[in-house]
């Protein structure tokens, strides 16, 4: 199974590295991201007293990490509906292989790919000005692959379903949008209104955030083990109903 796992995941990393358009793009989106928000709403945002001394684009640098690894491990679920689409998944499923082992080669996939972007933005942050702990970026870095690993395993989900790319990338944009705005990623939660507060404590993206955002800055919303214990967590339950998915599903 191991072997398994490992020449799909190799084939789905081959396949984006060469692809060089795809790869410069995925490379800059995230640096251009964080200099669009950061310097776009340094001036009207001010942060609680807690962060004095702490530059909006330094704030910005966790939550922009969190949300290159959303993006990216959702958007690389589409691959289900490219393989189903030109027949190599109908192969896969037909093959003497767990369907659990395809499952966790896209998982690993889609997590890598998304961590190798979430590693350049947080090395190219540092030429606009943020400032944090390189060591905090580096511990966060496996926690961002676990988080990875759970939104790729929801945009599986939601490929299972998809026979098209433009059905794929309506769903899945209408699912990123609120785990995004609704994570903490551009704010601070103190004084947040009381049912905004309560939908965000919902969101697993809220504790990777504010695990990335510790370990880079110092200041914890949250206890450390929670954060992690969430993440993993999601992991573990969206991992599970993605192998369901795709157990189920037919070519």
């Known amino acids: 199974m191991i072997e398994v796992v490992y020449a799909l995941w190799r084939r789905d990393m081959v396949k984006f590295?060469?692809?060089?358009?795809?790869?410069?793009?995925?490379?800059?989106?995230?640096?251009?991201?964080?200099?669009?928000?950061?310097f776009g709403l340094r001036a009207s945002v001010k942060l609680p007293d807690a962060w004095a001394g702490t530059d909006f684009v330094s704030f910005l640098v966790p939550g922009m990490a969190a949300m290159t690894v959303l993006f990216s491990s959702m958007f690389a679920a589409i691959s289900i509906?490219?393989?189903?689409?030109?027949?190599?998944?109908?192969?896969?499923?037909?093959a003497p292989i767990p369907r659990g082992a395809i499952v966790a080669?896209?998982?690993?996939?889609?997590?890598?790919t998304a961590l190798i972007e979430a590693a350049?933005?947080?090395?190219?942050?540092?030429?606009?000005?943020?400032?944090?702990?390189?060591?905090?970026?580096?511990?966060?870095?496996?926690?961002?692959?676990?988080?990875?690993?759970?939104v790729n395993a929801l945009g599986i989900v939601v490929a299972a379903r998809m026979k098209s790319f433009e059905g794929f990338g309506s769903v899945v944009n209408f699912v990123i949008q609120p785990i995004f705005f609704l994570s903490g990623a551009l704010y601070e939660l103190e004084g947040l209104?009381?049912?905004?507060?309560?939908?965000?404590?919902?969101?697993?993206?809220?504790?990777?955030?504010?695990?990335?955002?510790?370990?880079?800055?110092?200041?914890?919303?949250?206890?450390?083990?929670l954060d992690v214990a969430v993440a993993v967590v999601a992991a573990v339950a969206f991992g599970a109903?993605?192998?369901?998915?795709?157990?189920?599903?037919?070519a």
């Open 105 to 112: 080669a896209k998982l690993a996939a889609g997590s890598t």
């Open 120 to 150: 350049l933005m947080l090395a190219l942050s540092p030429l606009i000005g943020a400032r944090f702990s390189f060591g905090g970026a580096l511990a966060a870095l496996p926690l961002l692959a676990v988080f990875g690993m759970a």
């Open 193 to 225: 209104p009381r049912a905004l507060r309560v939908v965000v404590l919902l969101n697993p993206m809220s504790y990777v955030v504010d695990a990335v955002r510790g370990l880079c800055l110092g200041r914890h919303a949250f206890p450390l083990v």
């Open 17 to 38: 590295l060469r692809d060089r358009r795809n790869l410069i793009t995925s490379m800059v989106r995230p640096f251009l991201w964080l200099v669009a928000f950061g």
């Open 81 to 94: 509906v490219w393989e189903r689409e030109f027949g190599f998944l109908k192969e896969l499923l037909v």
């Open 241 to 250: 109903l993605a192998r369901r998915a795709f157990v189920r599903m037919e």
